[in-house]
DNA sequence: GCACCAAATGCTACAATGTTGCAAGACGAC
DNA sequence: GTCGTCTTGCAACATTGTAGCATTTGGTGC
């Protein structure tokens, strides 16, 4: 689960100084985010909290990773189903791209990949930020059959 | 509802040639698409054909966007919402980016915008297709408040 | 025009993901 | 330790999309 790249970097000052209360699932959910190498989901993130024995409820870490969200602690990442990845930001300033493996459904970071600056969209319209995500297929699921391919 | 940009054309041979059979579902949502200068939501072509007295079931409706898409007639698009969007495909060779307003939800097309070819991905990893998606505000929606927000 | 049959539809039930309202519990200031 | 407020847990609900299966229908051959 904790993938131990990066070391677990004051979790507890960083919730504390945005002024929110140092829960058990706070702690433990940014410090999961900022271990992993990848954008991870809802469930994902909820099958670690159990394997880590922090019960919790469903509802709850949707909470919790809003409320990590909203204090820009954490980003929301569209991914190519259903279902929001979440991350840790480590630097605001810097966004990246994003690689969906449509065979099995893993979403990693191309830290290398910054979106191209918006050109030419219509007047009035104002960007904010730009998503970019490349589909294809990742290297442990090869270039072979379809079979098993995720929607 | 049909924007009247681009005329018909018809979408009845279009279904034909791929061994379809024309039903009037098919027939009057690929028009839709055709004409249609936005992406358009499961919700919003549900709405047209109830408009244009199509009677239909939410399930059909799901399967005739899924074989526009698998004939290569119509392409889905994530947007920034949970739901997907759908357009006709007018050249299957050229992508373009999207720009999804976070004010007012809607989805606009940005013909002049490819997206940036792939550089720098791991090795082992096989690029299909790229989706660019920028997020922002939209002309009608302007800079004023954040109240109304979009997800 | 008519019979036939695979393809398409409608219906019901279900799955996945996320949200709302509210009462009970816990963090942390004092 | 007390206390007020923030956070949680629970139950109910909303949205978006799927699966199974009986019924209907488009198109083909006559
Ligand atoms: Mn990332
Ligand atoms: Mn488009
Ligand atoms: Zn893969
Ligand atoms: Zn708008």
Known sequence: MFDAAIPPASARERIAARGGRVTRTRLVVLELLQ????????????????????????????????????????????????????????????????????????????????PAPATGLPSGFHVDRAELVLHGSCAACGLGSEAGRVR
Do not use: K, M, N
Not at 36 to 48: F, R, V
Not at 64 to 71: G, K, M, R
């Open 35 to 114: 271990c992993s190498e990848h954008p991870l989901s809802h469930d994902e993130i909820g099958d670690a909290l159990a394997a880590a024995g922090v019960a919790h409820d469903r509802v709850t870490l949707y909470r919790t990773l809003d409320w990590l969200v909203e204090q820009g602690l954490a980003r929301r990442i569209a991914g190519g189903e259903r279902a929001w990845r979440f991350e840790a930001v480590r630097d605001a300033a810097h966004r990246h791209a994003h690689f969906h493996c449509d065979r099995c459904g893993q979403v990693v970071c191309l830290e290398g990949l910054e």
